[in-house]
């Protein structure tokens, strides 16, 4: 059990007991074998690259559950009506938060949106594959904002995402240059937020989102679409 930190590159991290036995639950499960660096520490989350045990590598999402703002979340939650029985109580609510994360990815997923493949949510941790290359995550558009890129191709891409997406009936809500990982091609991350098109604010969520993307492809002086919003809005109603 001890050596399940390889080379110490986690070493340091503190999980409180019940993520450790989260981690050591999908180890015993064949879903992971080792954690290897962390990608990411979050407010609210740490991304952490890991390996299965044919060494493919794996993004875990783990919800640091004392830090999370569980009020809002349950709020949030509970607005949502896949999930409008969660208790408000702490542990339920992240869980559940996480939950909610790879459902919508699933429906990503079986919507062929590009996006990473949901592989595993236990307790507070989402097992997902991992977009980059030997545990260096891919950059998101925003870090690349600078580059030389095929920005517009990149945008007729998202925008069919988006299309899918909406299609499937689920609205990201989150959707901006930050939460787009760029390998050879887009891939949307971060459905924490996404909600069904039966949520009272989903339109105004789409907007948020077409907004978001329209404006930072303006900036790279991609000709977007103006009616995005409007020819979305059709699909849900
Ligand atoms: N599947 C993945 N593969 C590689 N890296 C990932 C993956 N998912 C997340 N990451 C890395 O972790 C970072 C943060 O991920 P994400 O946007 O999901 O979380 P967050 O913004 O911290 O969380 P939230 O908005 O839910 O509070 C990403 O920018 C990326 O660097
Ligand atoms: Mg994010």
Same mark, same amino acid.
């Given at each position: 059990m001890e050596d399940f930190l390889s080379e110490g590159k986690i070493e340091g991290k503190v999980y409180d007991k019940r993520t450790l036995m989260a981690i050591f639950k999908l180890m015993k499960r064949g879903i992971i074998k080792t954690l290897e660096s962390t990608v990411k520490e979050g407010k609210e989350s740490v991304v952490v690259a890991a390996k299965n045990k044919d060494g493919e590598w794996l993004a875990l999402k783990i919800y640091r559950?004392?830090?999370?703002?569980?009020? +809002?979340?349950?709020?949030?939650?509970? +607005?949502?009506? @896949?999930?409008? @029985?969660v208790r408000n109580d702490r542990w339920h609510v992240v869980t559940n938060w996480a939950r909610r994360e790879f459902k919508n990815m699933q429906i990503a997923l079986e919507a062929g949106v590009s996006a990473? @493949?949901?592989? !595993?949510?236990?307790? #507070?941790?989402? !097992?997902? +594959?991992?977009?980059?290359? #030997?545990?260096?995550?891919?950059?998101?558009? !925003?870090?690349? $904002?600078? $580059? $030389?890129?095929?920005?517009?191709?990149?945008?007729e891409q998202i925008k069919e995402e988006i299309f899918k997406l909406t299609k499937a009936g689920i609205i990201h809500s989150d959707l901006s240059a930050f939460n787009i990982l760029y390998y050879d091609k887009a891939y949307i991350i971060d459905f924490s937020q996404g909600v069904t098109n039966r949520h009272p604010l989903a339109v105004s969520f789409l907007e948020r989102d077409v907004k978001n993307i329209n404006e930072f492809f303006k900036k790279k002086n991609v000709e977007v679409d103006e009616n995005l919003f409007e020819k979305l809005r059709g699909l849900i109603e």
């Open positions: 559950v004392e830090h999370c703002d569980f009020k +809002s979340m349950w709020k949030y939650l509970i +607005s949502d009506y @896949r999930f409008e @029985r990473p @493949r949901p592989i !595993a949510v236990y307790e #507070n941790i989402l !097992a997902m +594959s991992f977009i980059g290359e #030997n545990g260096v995550p891919a950059p998101t558009l !925003a870090q690349l $904002e600078k $580059e $030389e890129l095929d920005w517009k191709g990149i945008y």
